[in-house]
């Protein structure tokens, strides 16, 4: 956790105003997510394909990289990333950003399987891939 936080030089990388940042500084919660950036740096968000029955993009194995502050490390991850993946991987990030953000392990994560919004060809879509989501911690090198 990060003992203090440099305000000024926050606010210059946000390009927050002088109101926007009393207006960060003033709610707890944003205060508490900055003061344990350090912390979920050491995180990486792996969403792992499990299947993906006519999905024209994603194969099993492929990973999609994610932090626990909600950046898609596209350069680990695969060439392309469908866009119907994305929505259901945000709800996951965020339960493990709250986790880490409250001193908790982010394991285990009870519900660690999503679809992508793709309903698959049964029920009139095109293909469907189901994702297996689990944090690594950056040093342990397991996040490709």
């Known amino acids: 956790m990060k003992e203090t936080i ?10 927050y105003t002088d109101e926007e940042l009393a207006m960060f500084r003033a709610n707890p919660k944003a205060v508490r997510l900055l003061e344990r950036v350090d912390k979920m740096a050491e995180w ?7 299947e993906a ?3 024209a993009n994603h194969k099993p ?4 990289i994610l932090s ?3 950046l898609l490390r596209a350069h680990k991850g695969p060439e392309t990333i469908c866009v119907h993946a994305l929505p259901p991987l945000s709800v996951a ?7 880490l ?5 982010p394991e285990p994560y009870m519900f660690d ?3 992508c919004l793709d309903a698959g060809v049964r029920c009139g879509g095109w293909g469907q891939a189901i994702f297996k989501i689990y944090p690594v911690r950056r040093s342990e090198g397991q996040a490709t």
């Open 61 to 64: 194995g492929d990973k999609i």
């Open 68 to 70: 626990p502050l909600g």
């Open 101 to 105: 953000c409250s001193d908790l392990d």
């Open 44 to 50: 990486d968000i792996i969403a792992e394909v499990m």
């Open 6 to 15: 440099d305000w000024a030089e926050f606010q210059r990388q946000m390009g």
């Open 53 to 55: 029955p006519g999905c």
């Open 93 to 99: 990030v965020a339960v493990i950003q709250e986790r």
């Open 113 to 115: 399987r999503l679809s």
